[in-house]
């Protein structure tokens, strides 16, 4: 019966080299405390002999597996797409290697993803997105530092990165009313979901000016976006003026379910969305929105947690919260309503 081949090691590299397990071990480590004709010597042999390193176990013996988990909450939103390029974008030349996993917006799902993330021994995780609680974060996270991106998390060894949102919604009500529009709705997501300082700011802005706000919530799709909007094309209730969608994929879906019903945007609807996803400068759809810096949160999550994994003394400093702030991107979906 045939046996199954036995793993080469490091002694067998050095018993063929001539130098010690400890030399091979310098090699395999690209230590330059070795001298040119021993190096060679050693991978010399170790190409002879098939020998692969075991890189999981010397990171571990040095007490970092150069993983990081990354969640995704949804990766149907471009928005988190370009977020997760960010996130590549901030670790590359690092050495670390990226986990991923995807939610749907649910915090058992993404908790799960957390305690798997954890127990595989990565070094930290970044979420791009989290609905749960900054108390069951801490408890999955079991001590493993994290970053979460679009929301702040008051929790030891989690840090923030996130836009402005509050100042978003505001963005989005001060741009509108300036082009003569007192009707303003406002497509919020659903109330079971911790985001709520979009909305914030477009009440705060609606009182400010003395409007009446008209809140409708849809989940954060562009199907839930047609949904709504045919569901208030039905009702026979008068049409605001304009709209602010809480993202872009959302406004995309109002604007589609409008021209189903031979309604233009922006002379019988003004429309305004959040995120500026890529396809919201096409032509085709020149769609105003708020933008939320998405790479550069992704980039900013990922140098905060090499900062806090490679510092001396960071893994016990303080959370970091970094906020960006929005900018408003006028397109074609926006003018003045018609007299």
Request: hydrophobic share 45%.
């Given at each position: ?14 018993r ?9 071990s ?21 190409a ?74 990565v ?15 801490a ?7 994290a ?20 100042r ?51 989940d ?116 003045p309503?018609?007299?």
């Amino acid at each position: 019966m045939n046996s199954s081949p036995r793993t080469v090691t490091m002694e067998d590299v050095a018993r063929r080299a001539g130098v010690s397990r400890a030399l091979v071990s310098l090699v395999m480590r690209d230590s330059p405390k070795v001298s040119p004709a021993k190096r060679a010597a050693v991978l010399e042999s170790a190409a002879a002999l098939g020998y692969s390193p075991n890189r999981l176990a010397s990171r571990l013996a040095s007490h970092r597996t150069r993983t990081l988990g990354v969640l995704i909450i949804d990766m149907h939103n471009p928005v988190f797409a370009d977020t997760y390029d960010g996130i590549t974008e901030g670790i590359a030349g690092s050495g670390n290697q990226l986990l991923v996993a995807v939610g749907a917006a649910d915090s058992r799902t993404e908790l799960e993803a957390v305690r798997s993330f954890v127990d595989l021994r990565v070094d930290g995780v970044i979420l791009a997105g989290y609905t749960g609680t900054a108390e069951e974060l801490a408890s999955a996270l079991r001590g493993t530092p994290a970053v979460v991106i679009t929301r702040e998390i008051a929790a030891d060894g989690v840090d923030s990165v996130l836009t402005d949102d509050f100042r978003s919604g505001v963005l989005a009500v001060e741009h509108l009313h300036a082009a003569a529009h007192r009707r303003i709705a406002h497509v919020d997501i659903p109330s079971r979901l911790p985001y709520t300082a979009r909305r914030a700011g477009y009440l705060h802005a609606m009182a400010g000016f003395g409007l009446e706000p008209l809140l409708v919530h849809s989940d954060m799709t562009e199907r839930g976006g047609r949904a709504v909007m045919e569901q208030f094309l039905a009702s026979g209730a008068p049409l605001p003026t304009a709209l602010f969608a809480h993202n872009d994929v959302t406004a995309i879906g109002i604007m589609e379910a409008l021209a189903g019903h031979g309604l233009r945007v922006p002379e019988d609807m003004a429309i305004v969305g959040c995120d500026n996803i890529t396809i919201a400068a096409s032509p085709l759809i020149g769609l105003t929105s708020i933008d939320q810096h998405a790479a550069e949160l992704g980039r900013l999550a990922a140098k905060v947690m090499l900062d806090r994994l490679e510092g001396a003394g960071r893994r016990e400093a303080p959370p970091v919260v970094e906020k960006l702030e929005p900018v408003l991107k006028v397109r074609s979906s926006t003018a003045p309503p018609r007299t």
